[in-house]
């Protein structure tokens, strides 16, 4: 793989791992703090790589309330976020065979970037949880670039992270934001099709859709034989 690729950068939510339990779960809490019933997990479980702002508005919208004036509305995106990070580790869990493959990849010599528009704290926090820290070369997080996907600048400064080349790297991710990223920066894009996006994700225009992260070495070996 190494004589193809040099690096693989990588999507978080919906790619790397199942956010979307402690998502939902601080959604509701916020819900029904102001009064308002909690959803049903698998109606909002696509929604969880949207940011919380449009989360709780999708939540807002279904029950048929009223949205609140943008200072109430500030107040409640905090405090969603704030219940998130209380309870951030308590549900999540790697998809199907992401540590080993993630092993795989960095054993081939292939150098790993996680490339996401959630915040840098938590990712850091959650990446080291699960000991996959060590394999990652470089955290490019929402509020440490200069521009967040779907804007290409976030895939250039990750290459650049990684002193890598567009031709000889893959974005992995599960969303529209994350192709039209790769596709604006010239890199090869591959998307889960476990992931939140809801967008079926053989319409999302990528170069391959894997169904289990296992699929990774030997679809990024199709593309770069081709």
């Given at each position: 793989m190494r004589e193809h690729v040099d690096a693989?950068?990588?999507?978080?939510?919906?790619?790397?791992?199942?956010?979307?339990?402690?998502?939902?779960?601080?959604?509701?809490?916020?819900?029904?703090?102001?009064?308002?019933?909690?959803?049903?997990?698998?109606?909002?479980?696509q929604r969880a790589g949207s940011g919380a702002k449009r989360l709780l508005l999708a939540a807002l919208d279904a029950?048929?309330?009223?949205?609140?004036?943008?200072?109430?509305?500030?107040?409640?995106?905090q405090q969603l976020i704030a219940y998130y990070?209380?309870?951030?580790?308590?549900?999540?869990?790697?998809?199907?065979?992401?540590?080993?493959?993630?092993?795989?990849l960095r054993d081939a010599g292939v150098s790993l970037a996680v490339?996401?528009?959630?915040?840098?704290r938590?990712?850091?926090?959650?990446?080291?949880?699960?000991?996959?820290?060590?394999?990652?070369?470089?955290?490019?997080?929402?509020?440490?670039?200069?521009?967040m996907k779907p804007d290409p600048g976030h895939v250039r400064e990750a290459l650049a992270a990684l002193a890598a080349e567009p031709g000889r790297a893959v974005m992995v991710g599960d969303s529209a934001a994350d192709v039209d990223s790769a596709r604006g920066a010239g890199v090869a894009a591959i998307v889960t099709a476990y992931g939140y996006s809801p967008t079926p994700p053989h319409d999302l225009g990528a170069d391959a859709v894997i169904d289990d992260f296992a699929e990774l070495p030997a679809s990024i070996e199709r593309l770069f034989r081709a």
């Open positions: 693989v950068l990588l999507d978080f939510d919906g790619t790397l791992f199942d956010t979307a339990p402690d998502l939902v779960a601080a959604l509701n809490r916020t819900l029904v703090e102001i009064g308002h019933a909690p959803v049903p997990f698998e109606d909002f479980r029950s048929g309330a009223e949205r609140p004036d943008d200072k109430e509305l500030r107040r409640l995106i990070f209380e309870i951030e580790t308590e549900r999540i869990r790697p998809f199907p065979a992401v540590l080993a493959t993630i092993e795989r490339c996401t528009n959630r915040g840098e938590s990712t850091r926090r959650l990446l080291a949880h699960f000991d996959i820290d060590r394999h990652i070369a470089a955290v490019l997080a929402g509020d440490t670039v200069a521009r």
